[in-house]
């Protein structure tokens, strides 16, 4: 007998069980206490200045829950993961340890998921996956545990809003991000649909120039390669551009490019028809917006020698988050305190090459001041070990910092 495969979406409610391992693995206490004491610690010549805002957002926080969640109601069962849960290696290695076997998201489309069965369980990650996956898990008749987070699912419901009525999605977003690809597949469920994914606003002014008849259908379809609908035409496709983004981006640069576009349009039209040819809808999520901002305060509020910025290579959040330091101070994007070296060595990504490599003499001598943020897929755990790492390549021994933060 066949039966109706289960997608899972609301939790287990199991959340007691979990909450010990969730604590032990991903908490700090030493950084909840700074949070509520000002977000600054000053001992010996170092001083650190927490941003406001930093580390798990909702939706990771809800991702990692289930995740544990499944683990306990499946216990016993082959449970697999669609690409990481959430782009931090600390995260999925927990998952990994647990038995969790990890399958290759990027490569989604090409899956052949013959080799699961009926009785296993499969769980998928915060920024969701693509329709084809999704229909051909379904056909496997196997449990489905899916974590994709709300806001992710603000973005598809979007743009299936533009699909449906004629327009072309321009997305905002990082191609081949998972978040991005699952987009982009939300849009091809409907066969004359069309999608452009941009990266920045430089792309941006070029479709505005494309509407303005200042540059050519092949030069756009040049650029552009790789990251369109096929058989998508300028001339037809980009009559009617609803914009949307990836929730990770760069907030301001998303407002701008969408203003940029929409002035094309207005030039082009007059302003009265504007609505007609173009549709946005500020989709980079509020946990994104609140870490971002939360950054340039911290940036304005001080004096700071240098940024750590604390997260997963691949975590989209977090190079935004690292674009933002870098402009005003010299930064660097780290993913755990095995990358602080020595005192002489740092490994670090750079922005915007996106490489690793390593620096030599990055932390001074004498006072230094630090400035520290993390993704939005950062446990506050990782945080508070660069904390520490941090002190103890000042020479402040580990027990200074926790005579105080045990004193309250
Ligand atoms: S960064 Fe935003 S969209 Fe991504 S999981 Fe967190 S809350 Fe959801």
């Not at 052949?112 to 999704?134: C, E, K, M, N, W």
């Not at 092949?218 to 990836?246: V, W």
């Not at 946005?280 to 001080?302: E, H, I, M, P």
Request: glycine share 8%; with cysteine; hydrophobic share 35%.
């Amino acid at each position: 007998m066949t039966r109706a495969p289960a997608i899972h979406r609301k939790g287990f409610g199991l959340k007691e069980h979990i909450e010990d391992d969730l604590a032990q693995k991903y908490h700090s206490h030493t950084l909840a206490y700074l949070l509520s004491h000002g977000n600054e610690l000053h001992l010996g010549d170092l001083h650190i200045f927490l941003a406001n805002k930093f580390g798990f957002c909702y939706g990771v926080e809800r991702a990692t829950e289930y995740a544990y969640e499944t683990l306990q109601h499946f216990a016993g069962r082959k449970i697999y993961l669609l690409g990481e849960i959430v782009h931090n290696p600390y995260v999925n290695n927990q998952l990994r340890q647990k038995g969790v076997v990890i399958l290759n998201g990027l490569q989604q489309k090409q899956m052949d998921y013959s080799f699961i069965r009926p009785q296993d369980v499969v769980i998928l990650p915060a920024f969701g996956v693509t329709h084809t996956a999704l229909n051909r898990l379904q056909q496997r008749k196997c449990e489905i545990v899916d974590t994709t987070c709300g806001s992710v699912l603000t973005v598809w419901k979007r743009v299936e809003y533009y699909a449906q009525n004629g327009f072309t999605t321009i997305i905002h977003g990082k191609y081949p991000h998972e978040e991005t690809i699952a987009v982009c597949s939300q849009i091809s469920k409907y066969p004359a649909a069309k999608y452009l994914v941009i990266k920045n606003a430089t792309e941006g002014m070029s479709i505005a120039d494309f509407i303005g008849g200042n540059i050519s259908k092949k030069e756009i379809l040049r650029q552009f390669t790789g990251r369109y609908t096929t058989g998508f035409n300028p001339e037809n496709d980009l009559q009617k551009i609803g914009f949307a983004n990836q929730t990770t981006m760069l907030g301001g640069e998303s407002r701008q490019i969408a203003e940029i576009v929409r002035e094309a349009f207005a030039a082009r039209y007059g302003e009265e028809q504007t609505e007609r040819h173009f549709r946005s809808f500020d989709t980079v999520c509020s946990a994104t917006q609140d870490r971002q901002d939360a950054v340039r305060d911290l940036l304005a509020a001080g004096d700071l020698d240098m940024m750590m910025i604390i997260g997963g290579f691949n975590s989209s959040n977090t190079a935004q988050l690292m674009q933002i330091a870098s402009e005003s101070v010299s930064s660097f994007h780290i993913q755990d305190p095995g990358d602080l070296i020595s005192k002489q060595e740092i490994r670090h990504q750079t922005f915007p090459a996106m490489k690793v490599r390593i620096t030599d003499n990055w932390l001074p001598d004498g006072a230094v001041k630090i400035g520290i943020t993390a993704g939005a897929s950062t446990p506050t755990r990782k945080i508070g070990q660069v904390l520490y790492r941090l002190f103890e390549l000042k020479n402040i021994p580990a027990h200074q910092i926790k005579r105080i933060v045990n004193a309250t």
